[in-house]
């Protein structure tokens, strides 16, 4: 099981251009602060984007995908209302479709980016899984 300690970790291996800010990022706050770390991770994630470099988002589909499915209840969490949530907002309040991520995610993570979307929309009351 994947721990709140390590959850990170995974990120930064499947996207190595996030390892300076990352290291910054535990220098200010530790590796307590994560829902931090999940936005400055959506900032990147969008310089990336811009820079038309995606090279890296099916990596990092597959370790978010691997939070939601071998995580702790924390990590899962963390995982829709920490990252997904962050490249929503981050790229959806930057003028960006966050749908243009969203193509490269594994299916359970995809099922809870769908949940997002349906809470936000206000066809549900609360983030489930969906589809």
């Avoid at 099981?1 to 910054?24: D, G, N, T, Y």
């Avoid at 370790?63 to 899962?76: F, N, Y």
């Avoid at 209302?81 to 359970?108: K, M, R, S, Y």
């Amino acid at each position: 099981m994947i721990e709140q300690s390590q959850a990170m970790l995974h990120i930064v291996e499947a996207c190595p251009s996030f390892r300076s800010a990352w290291k910054a990022h535990l220098l200010e706050y530790g590796n307590d602060v994560l829902y931090v770390a999940a936005g400055e991770l959506a900032d990147h994630l969008l310089v990336l984007h811009r820079a038309g470099d995606s090279s890296t988002f099916p990596d990092l589909a597959a370790a978010v995908e691997r939070l939601h499915v071998s995580g702790s209840p924390w990590v899962q969490e963390f995982a829709t209302v920490g990252i997904l949530e962050a490249i929503q907002n981050v790229w959806g309040n930057a003028g960006v479709d966050p749908e243009t991520f969203a193509i490269h995610l594994c299916p359970e993570s995809l099922r809870w980016w769908k949940g997002l979307n349906n809470f936000w929309s206000g066809r549900a009351p609360i983030v489930v899984a969906s589809g």
